[in-house]
């Protein structure tokens, strides 16, 4: 049976009784894929699973041995045997104790010294499980630092925080993140100078909230398909259906929560803002591109100091779809935009 303990699989073996028999030892900090397969006839069982470090494998459990081993593992030009990813845990505003997880090379020396990427989703009773992305090895090698941070509002501990972080409870979520940054800094992985923070969609939403109330504390923000008018999206395509999640400001009781954290309404003039890539399709339909349109140009009228503010708009690009040349040039512009804003820099081998 498989469980999802402080968001990471477990996968245990029972009896036909039901009766607990042992844990499976799984590869390390991961997820496991949907199905679990097995034959009566045969003391063997089939998973796939996933980790920062590794994409996702299938592996063959031997029941009587106690061992498993991968199956055709896929060839990756990247040897993940320096690299580690830890979990921590760390104290929000309120005190809730919200679960993280760092990737970053095994001798990693906390002196403050690293550049961050720092990403979260925190909405829709979602789970940011650990996965694999093909572009993350590209950041370790380069000496960057990868941190997921499971918010409330996702369903990493079921629909209780998923609550916690929705409706009038929104800015719970919003406070994870910043608490997330601020430990990164005080445990010395790394300076607000060397942080930066992606989201996309209500992950998008997020990074625009952070560069409104905390414009302090990062120095690149990426906010792909982000909702930043939160007093009009009910108004366009499929944002009626976020009402469930978000309320609505014609409802009395839901207009100041939303106009208090929403990004468009937020912007002041003379304040410096981060480095900033606002990313949108020019085919979205779920979270329409005039969303980013506004709050960049709100954005470049308020910039306070030589902090770039951009607008990327991908061309026959929808909210989740681009083609792979497409996809390829987005990763490529966001990682050179942190790349050069932060000073990292590639390692080249011999």
């Not at 000496?143 to 929104?170: D, I, S, T």
């Not at 969303?291 to 960049?296: C, G, N, V």
Request: glycine share 8%.
């Amino acid at each position: 049976m498989h469980y999802l303990h402080d968001v990471t699989s477990r996968l245990h073996l029972f009896t036909l009784d039901g009766k607990p028999s042992r844990e499976i030892a799984l590869p390390g900090i991961g997820a496991l894929g949907w199905a679990l397969n097995g034959r009566n006839s045969v003391s063997e069982l089939w998973y796939s699973f996933t980790s920062f470090l590794s994409p996702e494998t299938v592996y063959h459990y031997d029941i009587a041995s106690g061992k498993s081993t991968p199956f055709r593992a896929p060839r990756v030009p990247f040897d993940p045997s320096a690299y580690q990813t830890r979990q921590v845990f760390y104290p929000s505003k309120d005190g809730t104790r919200v679960p993280m997880f760092v990737t970053a090379k095994k001798a990693l020396q906390r002196d403050a010294s690293h550049p961050v990427f720092l990403t979260a989703y925190g909405g829709y009773g979602a789970i940011t499980a650990p996965n694999y992305r093909p572009d993350l090895p590209l950041w370790l090698e380069m000496g960057g630092v990868f941190v997921v941070a499971n918010l409330r509002g996702g369903g990493e501990y079921g629909e209780e925080w998923h609550r916690a972080g929705k409706l009038e409870q929104k800015q719970n979520s919003f406070d994870d993140f910043i608490a997330a940054a601020e430990y990164l800094v005080a445990e010395l992985y790394t300076v607000r100078e060397k942080t930066a923070i992606y989201g996309h969609s209500n992950g998008g939403l997020l990074i625009g909230a952070m560069i409104t109330q905390r414009p302090d504390l990062f120095a690149v923000a990426l906010a792909n398909a982000g909702h930043h008018d939160m007093l009009r999206y009910h108004r366009f395509t499929a944002g009626a259906a976020w009402i469930p999640e978000y309320g609505s400001s014609e409802n009395a009781a839901d207009f100041p929560y939303l106009y208090a954290y929403s990004p468009l309404h937020n912007v002041h003039k003379g304040t410096c803002y981060p480095a900033t890539i606002l990313l949108t399709g020019d085919h979205d339909d779920r979270v329409v591109p005039s969303h980013s349109y506004k709050f960049a140009a709100a954005l470049q009228a308020a910039q306070g100091c030589d902090r770039p503010i951009l607008l990327r708009v991908a061309s026959d690009a929808s909210h989740s779809y681009a083609s792979e040349a497409g996809a390829i040039a987005e990763l490529a512009d966001i990682w050179a935009f942190v790349a050069a804003q932060l000073g990292a820099r590639a390692v080249v081998s011999q």
